[in-house]
């Protein structure tokens, strides 16, 4: 720390590899982008200056092992590393492993991470800090009459939830006594399977909550400031599909006491960098900390837009040992929203539907930004998460930014591989997003009317018309042509055809 | 040039006249529309049907099928001319004879099956409903006869060309 950042590896793929190297390359900083062997014309390769091959296409032996990672650093002389998100991003061993190798790591210090990673510990820790957190359990259940007693003394319906991690794994709802053995057994097995740890613990469940987080950023000279909320209560199974900035349901005095909390939460584990506090947010807007995540989020270009800064910029300068530029929260200018596409089909279950783009044409326009890891004939592997693209945009007004969505999905073009483009655009459609009044359940509850809504017929007949057309075309064309060389193996009924137009030799 | 067309279930005849210079003449249901049709980016076609503009691609052509995409809404289209229309009915009422497997035309999920093992089926009866990217397709019976073998099931993934039933 301390010294200019010259070559930064980026230990991760697809589009946030891109994103982090854009900005490198404004700071006319180097990049370095590490591939798996699936990987080797992935986008993030093509726009590197340097790559280097890491594994095999399985992430375990490619993105997440971190002696190889740390070679391919030493290779190309890079001074710093990136983690992007998920893969390695939150892994403490690994920024110490940089540290070991006299890398510098664009992220929180490895204890900032280990407060926060257990989940039992990060709700002692924050407790003790006075931030609000969820009634529950402090401490990991030791034995299924623990939480039962518990659960009878703060009452039904509770949640029990992994200490080893989060995202919805090793998470089970329970509505009354009857239901916690075989919740209690399930939690524990699908927290062994997902993180290596059986731990859980019981938490009240909020009814239909919000989810809203807050981006904090802070320097190593003690300087912690919050940049706003981010409403992301439009998820699937625990996972975002739909975020915006600001949230429809915060006011100014809400913004400001969430982001003390937030920047409370922060200080409290000795953070630095880019990081965000979550919550959930139940009926009465009372606010409770749900966890911090130690990374740059997925949503992050909701936060620039309403804010006008790089974040990875910001990173990068914070990781260089600079003072953030800022000292007093920046109020929200305007509103944007940001849409996850996913190679995958809502209408089959979420489906994912790996394969080759054939076209992919991407909006632009006033205001419209897409992150994308993707391009025209290149192929969705199954190796890695489905997620294609985000495409977000800004207006001025919450409704503005709405419709700017929606015109710029309809632009969206991605042939020969099934997306949930129309999925997103249903969920703009709905009435409840439309109001800002929906919570968490809201994708669950509502997925027939989203993901099974009936296609439009104002296309059908132009479809019609166009397909006479084309088959035109395609008939004259195959007239035209020598009916043997057409490849097929057997003789098709149309060669039979052709054949009959020909002179007999 | 006459032509038949089977867009979301749905059949369509319309006939079309070359007018030359990427322009034509279509009717359909007794209705006449001018449509321009010129090569634009990428491969794609740009198609003016009444003066409206419409960016068509066409994809995964095989024999008579094809996924037509309207800007990003995809059809599954099965079209063919007069002559072969007549063809492919010639074709189908010759290998009538014996027992006719009903095939998956495109890799998909089978969302509804309409008829049970024994059944008898009348020509054209719609047997099995095979879902691919986001369209419905209704499998018919080639002929009138019995469902002698019934292997498809309700949520199940399918191959093309996976072997459905058999009507004897």
Known sequence: ?????????VANRGEIAVRVMRTCRELGISTVAVFSEADRTAAHVLFADEAYCVGPPPSRQSYLDQGRIIDAARRSKADAIH??????????????????????????????????????????????????????TTEPLQSVDAARAFAEKIGYPVMLKAAGGGGGKGMRRVNGSPELDSA???????????FGNDAVYLEKLIERPRHIEIQVFADAHGTCIHLNERECSAQRRHQKVVEEAPSPIVDRPMREAMGQVAIKAAKAVGYHGAGTVEFLVD?????????MNTRLQVEHPITEWTTGLDLVAWQIKVAEGMKLPLDRPLAPRGHAIEARIYAEDPAQGFLPSPGRIRQLGAPSGHFVRDDSGVYSGYTVSSHYDPMISKLSVWAHSRSEAIARLGRA????????????????R?????????????????????????????????LTLPAVLA?????????????????????SGSISPWRQVSRRRRPRV | MRYHATIDGKQYTAEIENLENGRFAITLDGRRYEVDAAPAKNGALSILIDQRSYCVRCEEEEGDEMVLYLGNQPFRVDIANEQRFRLRAGLAKVSLHGSQVVVAPMPGKVIRVLVGLGDEVKENQGLV????????????????????????????????????????
């Open chain 1, 184 to 194: 209690w057994r399930a939690a524990k097995s699908e927290s062994l399977n997902a």
């Open chain 2, 129 to 168: 409903v095979v879902e691919a990217m986001k369209m419905e397709n209704e499998l018919k019976s080639p002929k009138a006869g019995k469902v002698v073998e019934l292997l498809a099931q309700e949520g199940n993934a399918v191959e093309k060309n996976a072997k459905l039933l058999v009507v004897e």
């Open chain 1, 426 to 458: 249903s969920i703009l459609r709905h009435p409840a997003f439309a109001a800002g009044s929906y919570d968490t359940e809201f994708l669950e509850r509502e997925h027939p009317t989203l993901a099974l809504a009936k296609k439009s017929e104002t």
């Open chain 1, 1 to 9: 720390m301390g010294q200019k950042i010259q070559k930064v590896l």
């Open chain 1, 283 to 291: 009926a009465q807007r009372n606010f409770y900390f749900l966890e």
């Open chain 1, 467 to 487: 397909a006479v057309v084309v088959a035109e075309q395609r008939d004259r064309r195959r007239t035209s042509a020598n009916p043997r060389l057409d490849g």
């Open chain 1, 83 to 136: 983690p992007g998100y998920g893969f390695l991003s939150e892994n403490p061993s690994f920024v110490r492993a940089c540290e070991k190798a006299g890398l510098t790591f664009i992220g929180p210090p490895a204890s900032a991470m280990e407060a926060m990673g257990e989940k039992t510990r990060a709700r002692a820790n924050m407790a003790r800090a006075g931030v609000p957190v969820v009634p529950g």
């Open chain 1, 409 to 424: 999905l309809d632009e969206y073009v991605v042939t020969g591989i099934t997306t949930n483009i129309s999925y997103l």
